[in-house]
């Protein structure tokens, strides 16, 4: 059965991309093709300029998000970068049955530099590929991209990150054993270590939903992202306290869909101080959940 397809890295599977796949999958039943999405192993920065940003998605998550909206394929950047636009879309064409492909509204490829539409459609036709331009999309005033929404996080914009993706923001990492602190002033948490190419929001105390091991349920949680100045730290960690819980978590993996941050990380002149400022954060778990899909539901 022929395709249609559209290609990129799709980092965070944001809004923005979403719609492009709204126009794939709308398409596809126009054309009667099937959808396919072409996506990267490795963010096309690390090869090219060995300069990556921290990513929003790893290549799991990218994974699930995106076998949403169609078939997903991966490809090795390195392995695919030196091909020109023609030979690329000769192997499309070869090995997928690509009909048409779907570019989003300022992608371009090829190994021979950026081309007009024109010259992009004139070089497809000839291996029998038809190129069809994306429609942009614009959320309110802004447009979402994956640099904008990495800025908003590393501002610890939760919220506004989370518009534009469409989703709550998610961090995932296996519980591993801390000082303890937490437990002495009855607040414990579980201290979980990122992928380590995942961008960290930035440091402070955040209100998040929390999925243990991929379950579907999920529970409040405060998450601290910092050094913990109070006692001392001199490294960055994310601790997580689940209010009510008494299992043991150690070893296990914990899902963090951040909902909202409530403060900047802080040094208190106490422990006393410590657990009276976290009590306050506690309260702030009881209040409603802030409106926003999670990416599961999406």
Not at 21 to 45: C, G
Not at 124 to 133: D, F, K
Not at 138 to 161: F, K, M, V
């Amino acid at each position: 059965m022929p395709a249609i397809a559209t290609i990129g890295f799709f980092d965070g599977v944001h809004s923005g991309h979403r719609y492009l796949f709204s126009q794939l999958r709308k398409l596809a039943d126009e054309f009667d093709e099937r959808p396919l999405i072409f996506t990267f192993l490795q963010h096309p920065r690390s090869v090219l300029t060995c300069d990556c940003p921290p990513l929003l998605t790893t290549v799991q998550e990218r994974e699930q998000l995106l076998g949403q909206f169609g078939d997903v394929h991966f490809f090795d950047f390195a392995e695919v970068q030196p091909l020109t636009a023609l030979q690329f879309l000769d192997y499309l064409a070869d090995r997928w049955k690509v009909r048409h492909l779907l570019m989003g509204f300022n992608h371009h490829f090829g190994s021979d530099g950026h081309m007009s539409d024109d010259r992009y459609a004139a070089v497809a036709q000839q291996v029998g590929v038809y190129i069809v331009r994306a429609l942009p999309y614009c959320e309110g005033d802004l447009r979402p991209s994956s640099t904008r929404i990495r800025n908003l996080l590393a501002q610890g914009d939760i919220s506004s990150a989370n518009r534009l993706l469409g989703y709550q923001y998610m961090l995932s990492g296996r519980v591993v054993h801390g000082r303890m602190i937490g437990r002495q002033i009855g607040f414990p948490t579980a201290n979980i270590v990122p992928d380590p190419d995942k961008l960290v929001p930035a440091p402070g105390v955040y209100k998040a939903m929390v999925a243990v091991n991929g379950s579907p349920d999920t529970t409040n949680a405060l998450v601290n992202i910092g050094t913990n100045p109070t006692v001392g730290n001199t490294h960055q960690t994310i601790e997580v306290h689940i209010p009510d819980f008494s299992g043991d978590l150690y070893n296990q993996q914990l899902t963090l869909h951040f909902t909202r941050r409530l403060r900047e990380e802080r040094h208190f002149d106490s422990l006393d101080e410590l657990k009276n400022q976290i009590q306050r954060d506690y309260e702030t778990l009881s209040s409603p959940t802030d409106a926003q899909p999670s990416a599961g539901s999406m």
